[in-house]
């Protein structure tokens, strides 16, 4: 098989998982890594297992002849304009979610792409979930009639420690842990939207619906947090969305208050006219299923999993219920002309817009937004910026 040749940027937590699956997932040789905390190099280049060229400027992957391809685990503000500098230096881009932080990234995205001709894939994963593609497939066979009311929460937990990192070590410190590490600055998630981060609840749901949201209005609880006054962000942040088919969308979002582990951090459900699925509430429970003409007087359980019935050999044990597996496949297939992406450019944006659009809405006293389609149309050609944008 032919290989790709990635360069690794940023390489915290998310990063060093994704070196192992560039491992695992056949197609792939990493000829570079890159992060601004140069303590960070040693611990990926022993995992990589041979010397390759270790940045701490992103410019100089860019520059690299070695690098045709670049995985994005940045956690920063300018994560799109990262990925759309990539594409326009000539290099396809897998970047790690979320898409981007600001609308204008977007924009950058879109015309990067579209310009380069080089594919630009959101490692969003749990679009591949078992019970995203029974779910995809109840409502694309009309089995819950038309669907009216949907809802997706991320509320995890993982305690305080990815808000204080020291920018030399790269160690991440807890509130707790701030007294013996005096050196450990607030990250960007201290002034981060918890609302920017629903791409895993936006993906997996517009492709059930095989839909786009047009409408966003949202409110947040105060900064700080309550749970943890140290941190910037808010404890919880809601968004309320309408669709181009008449759907809306109730979704929420917060990373700071305790919530148990076992439940798991995300839940969904689907309302239709004839029926409704629901995403299991507790660690024992179990996902839900009720239609309206097959004689049924309750909800149902139904042994839906994160895990698909159908993973193929690599996809298992590859990480958040085996999806991760499937981010990089779909990546290769598409550099390598095997097959283009289904989750393409503009259905990323799609999944970046609303909560971009979410988080202004809130600055702007919840006010109505409209979200930009990204896709070109009569009044955008391939490449260029809409007029009213330009
Ligand atoms: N899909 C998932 O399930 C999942 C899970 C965890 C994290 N993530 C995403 O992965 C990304 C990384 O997460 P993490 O937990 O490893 O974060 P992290 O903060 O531990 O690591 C990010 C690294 O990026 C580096 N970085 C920041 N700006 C950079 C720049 N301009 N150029 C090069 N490097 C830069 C930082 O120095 C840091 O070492 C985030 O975007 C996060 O949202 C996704």
């Given amino acids: 098989m032919d290989e790709i040749r990635i360069g690794l940027v940023g390489l915290g937590g998310r990063g060093l998982s994704?070196?192992?699956?560039?491992?695992?997932?056949?197609?792939?040789?990493?000829?570079?890594?890159?992060?601004?905390?140069?303590?960070?190099?040693?611990?990926?280049?022993?995992?990589?297992k041979e010397r390759v060229p270790a940045y701490t400027r992103?410019?100089?992957?860019?520059?690299?002849?070695?690098?045709?391809?670049?995985?994005?685990?940045?956690?920063?503000?300018?994560?799109?304009?990262?990925?759309?500098?990539a594409l326009?230096?000539?290099?396809?881009?897998?970047?790690e979610v979320p898409a981007a932080h600001t609308l204008e990234d977007c924009w950058r995205i879109a015309l990067a792409a579209e310009r380069s001709g080089k594919v630009y894939s959101l490692g969003e994963q749990t679009r591949y979930w078992g019970f995203v593609e029974a779910w995809q497939q109840l409502v694309a066979e009309g089995k819950l009639g038309r669907v009216?009311?949907?809802?997706?929460?991320y509320i995890g937990y993982y305690g305080t420690r990815q808000f204080f990192q020291d920018p030399t070590s790269g160690a991440f410190a807890s509130v707790e842990d701030l007294p013996a590490r005096p050196g450990a600055?607030?990250?960007?998630?201290?002034?981060m939207p918890p609302i920017h981060y629903l791409p895993h609840e936006l993906s997996p749901l517009l492709k059930v619906l095989d839909d786009r949201v047009v409408e966003v209005t949202a409110m947040?609880?105060?900064?700080?947090?309550?749970?943890?006054?140290?941190?910037?962000?808010p404890d919880i942040q809601v968004a309320l969305m309408k669709t181009e088919k008449d759907a809306l969308l109730r979704l929420a979002t917060g990373f700071t208050q305790p919530v148990p582990h076992a439940r798991g951090h995300h839940w969904y459900q689907v309302l239709g006219t004839?029926?409704?699925?629901?995403?299991?509430r507790a660690g024992r429970g179990r996902p839900l299923l009720w239609t309206v003409d097959s004689q049924m007087?309750?909800?149902?359980?139904?042994?839906?999993?994160?895990?698909?019935?159908?993973?193929?050999?690599?996809?298992?044990?590859?990480?958040?219920?085996?999806?991760?597996?499937?981010?990089?496949?779909?990546?290769?297939?598409?550099?390598?002309?095997?097959?283009?992406?289904?989750?393409?450019?503009?259905?990323?944006?799609?999944?970046?817009?609303?909560?971009?659009?979410?988080?202004?809405?809130?600055a702007q006293g919840t006010q109505l937004l409209k979200a930009p389609d990204f896709r070109p149309n009569a009044q955008r050609a391939v490449g260029q910026l809409p007029n009213e944008v330009a």
Avoid at 88 to 95: E, P
Avoid at 220 to 233: L, N
Avoid at 306 to 329: L, M, Q
């Fill in 58 to 85: 992103y410019e100089d992957v860019l520059a690299d002849p070695q690098v045709e391809a670049v995985a994005l685990c940045v956690r920063c503000k300018e994560q799109g304009a990262l990925a759309a500098q």
């Fill in 274 to 280: 004839k029926g409704c699925v629901e995403w299991k």
């Fill in 297 to 362: 007087h309750d909800l149902a359980e139904v042994d839906w999993h994160y895990e698909r019935t159908d993973a193929p050999h690599g996809a298992t044990g590859s990480g958040h219920g085996d999806a991760d597996y499937y981010v990089h496949a779909a990546f290769r297939d598409a550099v390598l002309g095997v097959r283009p992406l289904e989750f393409d450019v503009y259905r990323a944006l799609d999944t970046a817009v609303p909560a971009i659009l979410a988080a202004d809405s809130i």
């Fill in 185 to 191: 600055k607030p990250t960007w998630l201290h002034t």
């Fill in 18 to 48: 994704w070196l192992r699956l560039l491992h695992a997932v056949p197609g792939f040789r990493v000829t570079a890594l890159c992060d601004p905390i140069a303590a960070l190099h040693e611990p990926a280049l022993v995992a990589l």
């Fill in 88 to 95: 326009d230096a000539g290099k396809h881009v897998n970047s």
């Fill in 220 to 233: 947040s609880t105060g900064a700080p947090s309550y749970a943890h006054p140290e941190i910037g962000q």
């Fill in 148 to 153: 009216t009311f949907v809802e997706g929460q």
